[in-house]
């Protein structure tokens, strides 16, 4: 029986910082109810001429020259994004090509905040069927493309960026398990309207600012508190192992407040709560795959440490998983 582990990670973040301090100018905001609603401190944005797969291709780089691959072993490249370059094709097909990755399928996953975990469990699945050695994961998200600069309630959470992992075949079991669900009910939730075959994209769409991204953030936030706790106990149980043993809790940067309710109500201690949103904001699904690139690099886990994720997302939909370093 063979498994999958992780054997690289990368991340790119562009050097445009967007502090609270640089809203204050922009919003009827301030830094002190930005950091003390949100946690967040600043956000990084992406210069007009760079796009989604562009943020994605940097980080796949680092993770490839970490995991001590060639492009030409990928079999195949999963990126989750909710803000690819084009509706079609996938930004992993032009991914695909600056890699020159030859011998890899591609697709994008969108699953909102959930698409990197998402696809991390659709390479896993790939691999332990026999029928892929190397996949590319990655989350990556352009987010200031969508946000609407004059609502107050939305464009100071989000932020740009990607991460990257290669999963590979291994006789080690990295992915000890990975919990995935949807709650379609909740659709309306976070949306962007317009652009896709029910609202097309017109002049009226535009004047109407359909295309910005939309979010009923109080509604989002209950559900994530109760979300982020049940899925990491459901990846928990699936992984067979207790809470106590978690080394790290890497759950879905989106607000501070958030993570730390979930991390109470697992009974985890605060410093096994992984948190960056202060310096990234939100970025989708990019989020637990930047952090994840940052612990490795920083040497916050060793291995063998357990590493929980847990993330909800656009859908709504959730995802966890327990991975073993
Ligand atoms: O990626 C998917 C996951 N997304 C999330 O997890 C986001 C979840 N939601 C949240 O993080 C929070 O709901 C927000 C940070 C978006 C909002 O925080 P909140 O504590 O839920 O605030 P609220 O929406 O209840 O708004 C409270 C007040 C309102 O004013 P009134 O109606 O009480 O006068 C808002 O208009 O705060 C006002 N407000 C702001 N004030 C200053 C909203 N945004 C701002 C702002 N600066 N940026």
């Given at each position: 029986?063979?498994?999958?582990?992780?054997?690289?990670?990368?991340s790119?973040?562009?050097?445009?910082?967007?502090?609270n301090?640089?809203f204050?100018?922009?919003?009827?905001?301030?830094?002190?109810?930005?950091?003390?609603?949100?946690g967040i401190?600043?956000?990084?944005?992406?210069d007009?001429d760079?796009?989604t797969?562009?943020?994605?291709?940097?980080?796949?780089?680092?993770?490839?020259?970490?995991?001590?691959?060639?492009?030409?072993?990928?079999?195949?490249?999963?990126?989750?994004?909710?803000?690819?370059?084009?509706?079609?094709p996938?930004?992993?097909c032009?991914?695909?090509?600056?890699?020159?990755a030859?011998?890899?399928f591609?697709?994008?996953?969108?699953?909102g905040?959930?698409?990197f975990i998402?696809?991390?469990?659709a390479?896993?699945?790939?691999?332990?069927?026999?029928?892929?050695?190397?996949?590319?994961v990655?989350?990556?998200?352009?987010?200031?493309?969508?946000?609407?600069?004059?609502?107050?309630?939305?464009?100071i959470?989000?932020?740009?960026?990607a991460?990257?992992?290669?999963?590979?075949?291994?006789?080690e079991?990295?992915?000890?398990?990975?919990y995935?669900?949807?709650?379609?009910?909740?659709?309306?939730?976070?949306?962007?309207?317009?652009?896709?075959?029910?609202?097309?994209?017109?002049?009226?769409?535009?004047r109407?600012?359909?295309?910005?991204?939309?979010?009923?953030?109080?509604?989002?936030?209950?559900?994530?508190v109760?979300?982020?706790?049940?899925?990491?106990?459901?990846?928990?149980?699936?992984a067979?192992?207790?809470?106590?043993?978690?080394?790290l809790?890497?759950?879905?940067q989106?607000?501070h407040?958030?993570m730390?309710?979930?991390?109470?109500?697992?009974?985890?201690?605060p410093?096994k709560?992984f948190v960056n949103?202060?310096?990234?904001?939100?970025?989708?699904?990019?989020s637990?795959?930047?952090?994840?690139?940052?612990?490795v690099?920083?040497?916050?886990?060793?291995?063998?440490?357990?590493?929980?994720?847990?993330?909800?997302g656009?859908?709504?939909?959730?995802?966890?998983?327990?991975?073993?370093?």
């Amino acid at each position: 029986m063979s498994f999958a582990k992780i054997t690289g990670t990368g991340s790119y973040a562009p050097e445009k910082v967007l502090t609270n301090y640089d809203f204050e100018k922009i919003v009827d905001t301030s830094d002190e109810w930005i950091r003390t609603r949100t946690g967040i401190r600043e956000r990084r944005i992406a210069d007009p001429d760079v796009a989604t797969s562009d943020m994605a291709y940097e980080a796949s780089v680092k993770a490839l020259e970490a995991a001590s691959i060639d492009p030409s072993d990928i079999d195949g490249i999963i990126l989750g994004t909710v803000t690819p370059d084009y509706l079609f094709p996938a930004s992993s097909c032009l991914v695909q090509h600056r890699l020159e990755a030859k011998n890899a399928f591609a697709f994008d996953l969108s699953a909102g905040c959930s698409g990197f975990i998402y696809a991390l469990q659709a390479a896993k699945a790939i691999i332990v069927s026999g029928d892929a050695e190397n996949i590319l994961v990655i989350g990556a998200e352009t987010l200031s493309r969508i946000v609407d600069y004059r609502d107050r309630s939305t464009c100071i959470l989000f932020g740009d960026g990607a991460g990257a992992a290669v999963l590979s075949k291994s006789d080690e079991n990295g992915i000890l398990s990975t919990y995935l669900r949807a709650n379609g009910e909740e659709w309306d939730k976070i949306i962007q309207p317009a652009g896709g075959s029910r609202i097309p994209s017109t002049e009226e769409s535009v004047r109407k600012g359909l295309h910005y991204l939309k979010m009923k953030g109080n509604d989002v936030f209950k559900e994530g508190v109760k979300g982020l706790e049940y899925a990491s106990l459901e990846a928990i149980k699936k992984a067979d192992v207790t809470t106590e043993q978690i080394a790290l809790f890497i759950p879905h940067q989106a607000n501070h407040r958030i993570m730390e309710a979930a991390r109470k109500r697992l009974n985890l201690p605060p410093e096994k709560l992984f948190v960056n949103v202060d310096r990234y904001g939100n970025t989708s699904s990019a989020s637990v795959a930047i952090a994840l690139d940052e612990v490795v690099r920083n040497g916050r886990i060793k291995k063998d440490d357990l590493i929980l994720f847990a993330v909800i997302g656009s859908g709504f939909t959730l995802a966890s998983a327990v991975v073993r370093w």
